[in-house]
């Protein structure tokens, strides 16, 4: 349907777009005014809740990772194949990076987590998830150096007004102790979204996308960081990141997400 065929329609169209803007606007205060008057709501399943984003019932729901899991890779083993058994993914695919943890499997209610951080400004769920994540990466926390977000390109960042991963790494440097390093990696091209990709088109659209900005080299060089995203999914993006890092003579890079994705082949984001 072509929409600039005939002006009226043209007007319509216009009129269509006001509208949904001025509805939207009205939604965003609305729910302004309901979150001073009302108690939080369960991001998830919207029972009221005290305190934080998640009610008891949908906190149980989440998969939290535990061992045994992959060293390498942070992926769940189905049974304790013993210490430093890594699992055939990182054999057949070795990351650039060393170590890669989760707090969770990305699921329906993790997806729900991430989405109302990443697109409804539910900046309030960043504390917990990343108390989840500080305790899953404890390990990697123990002997890193600095906490690095994903960037963001800076018009994405403009449209959406704050990072996510920038949110969750603020949280874990307040848990950890770890500082934060937020503008020493750049996303100096912008990249298609990952979603709907294959797995060798992840990796060909975010490669060359990261650089350490040349000032803050000497923020990487001969560090161990840790590298912060919300999800992990083909690991695309981390390993582009990672190189980007390493390249700039970071001494060792981790990866620290929310939730991954263990089945790749059955879990669609
Ligand atoms: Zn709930």
């Not at 009129?15 to 509805?23: Q, V």
């Not at 697109?119 to 309030?124: H, K, L």
């Amino acid at each position: 349907m072509d929409a600039s065929a005939s002006p009226s329609r043209s007007i319509t169209g216009h009129l269509r777009g006001a509208l949904a803007t001025a509805r939207a606007a009205f939604r965003h205060t609305a729910r302004l005014a309901l979150d001073i008057a009302l108690p939080t709501l369960c991001v998830s399943c919207r029972e009221p809740v005290s305190g934080e984003g998640v009610c008891a019932a949908c906190w149980s729901k989440l998969s939290f990772i535990a061992p045994p899991y992959c060293p390498r890779l942070g992926i769940p083993f189905v049974y304790d194949p013993g210490p430093d058994l890594l699992s055939m993914e990182a054999i057949a695919n070795p990351p650039a990076y060393r170590r890669a943890r989760a707090a969770v499997r990305y699921d329906d209610v993790a997806r729900t987590l991430v989405h109302a951080l990443k697109y409804q400004d539910r900046t309030d769920l960043a504390p917990a998830m990343g108390r989840w994540m500080a305790r899953a990466g404890r390990e990697l926390l123990a002997d890193a150096d600095a906490l690095i977000p994903v960037p963001l390109h800076w018009r994405r960042g403009w449209s959406r007004r704050y990072n996510q991963s920038g949110a969750l790494a603020r949280a874990i440097e307040r848990q950890s102790g770890v500082k934060l390093a937020s503008e020493a990696l750049r996303r100096v091209r912008p990249t298609q979204q990952q979603i709907g990709l294959s797995r060798s088109q992840r990796a060909t659209n975010v490669q060359g996308a990261f650089k350490v900005a040349v000032p803050r080299q000497s923020d990487i060089a001969g560090r161990r960081v840790i590298l912060v995203d919300d999800v992990l999914t083909s690991g695309a993006t981390a390993d582009a990141c990672a190189r980007a890092l390493l390249r700039a003579k970071a001494a060792a890079v981790d990866v620290l997400v929310f939730a991954r994705v263990v089945d790749t082949h059955k879990a669609p984001i």
